[in-house]
Nanobody, 122 residues
Framework: QVQLGESGGGLVQPGGSLRLSCTAS????????MRWYRQAAGKQRELVAS???????DYADSVKGRVTISRDNNKNMVYLQMGSLKPEDTAVYYC????????????????WGQGTQVTVSS
């Protein structure tokens, strides 16, 4: 069974840093784009950052210059390095990836992780 699992969330003071990790496990033939989303209490889920198979990255305006997304294809992992954290960064952060899981099907399906809580507070 294919799963995405996040780790690295926690409580951090304003101005601090966190590194989130996400691992795709199970039978995975290939991974296309990988993304981080977040959802703050009472708000819609929003795209924070994405990285495609060629390692082209894109960021939400709200995090540009403070966040770096990266991936390790050998480990089926994606990371989100966050710095200069602000209280408004408080949210549940979700990993998302487009995965090909069988040799007989060339289509990619999108999978989600369960999320990890990031709280920025003094």
């Amino acid at each position: 069974q294919v799963q995405l699992g996040e780790s690295g969330g926690g409580l951090v003071q304003p101005g601090g840093s966190l590194r989130l990790s996400c691992t795709a496990s199970g039978t995975i033939i290939a991974i296309n784009a990988m993304r981080w989303y977040r959802q703050a209490a009472g708000k819609q889920r929003e795209l924070v950052a994405s990285i495609n198979s060629r390692r082209t990255t894109d960021y939400a305006d709200s995090v540009k210059g403070r966040v770096t997304i990266s991936r390790d294809n050998n480990k089926n992992m994606v990371y989100l390095q966050m710095g200069s954290l602000k209280p408004e960064d408080t949210a549940v952060y979700y990993c998302n990836a487009d995965l090909r899981t069988t040799y007989s099907d060339w289509n990619y399906k999108t999978y989600w992780g369960q999320g990890t809580q990031v709280t920025v507070s003094s």
